[in-house]
């Protein structure tokens, strides 16, 4: 009996590592495409995706990797890169807000952790971008940080909805 038990906990692990895996590689991949109208609902599906199939930890972690990316591939500008640990903890609010509200509905913690994540970067973009650089420069870079966050947030919970709703987990 012992062996058996072992054996199904060695098998949950692997699992469970084929899964972050993939998602991680999803999220990290996602970028490469280049268009954030594109990118953006992915990397945020795969964070909605993995609250619900690996739990918040191994979401967060997801949500580290794939702005690292967007700098190297020039989706984000380099001038925002003193946005990226926004960035990264934007995600980080996503995923917690997400886990807390899905258990009442799962529309209402994508909704609301995609507006709290939006909020969050429109608010540190303000400050990090003036500080940094002329306001009429400004201004145009802010536009990536401002209202296509909440659109592409909303985006991917849709896709992590139907996603989820296909392999019966939503």
């Given amino acids: ?4 038990k ?3 906990f ?8 084929v899964k972050f895996t993939a998602l991680i590689g999803i999220a990290t991949l996602a970028p490469l495409i280049g ?3 594109i990118a953006g609902p992915i990397v945020n599906a795969v964070l909605f995706i993995s609250v619900i199939l690996l739990g918040p930890q191994s979401a967060i972690l ?3 990797v794939p702005s690292l990316i967007a700098l190297s591939v020039g989706l984000l500008p380099a001038i925002l890169a003193p946005m990226i640990p ?3 903890m934007g995600n980080t609010i996503l995923v917690i807000t997400f886990d807390y509200l899905r258990k009442r509905n799962f529309w209402l913690g ?11 970067l429109f608010g540190a973009n303000s400050i990090v971008i003036n500080l940094i650089i002329k306001e009429e420069i400004a201004q145009k870079i802010a536009m990536t940080m401002s209202y296509p966050q909440l659109l592409t947030a909303l985006a991917g919970g849709l896709i992590a909805y139907l ?4 392999i019966k987990r939503a």
């Fill in 110 to 120: 994508v909704i609301s952790a995609s507006v709290l994540k939006f909020l969050f």
């Fill in 6 to 8: 072992s054996l199904i």
């Fill in 86 to 88: 926004f960035i990264m």
């Fill in 10 to 17: 060695k098998k949950e692990i692997a699992l469970t590592l």
């Fill in 163 to 166: 996603f989820l709703k296909s």
């Fill in 1 to 4: 009996m012992e062996k058996v």
């Fill in 35 to 37: 268009q954030q109208a």
């Fill in 62 to 64: 997801a949500g580290l």
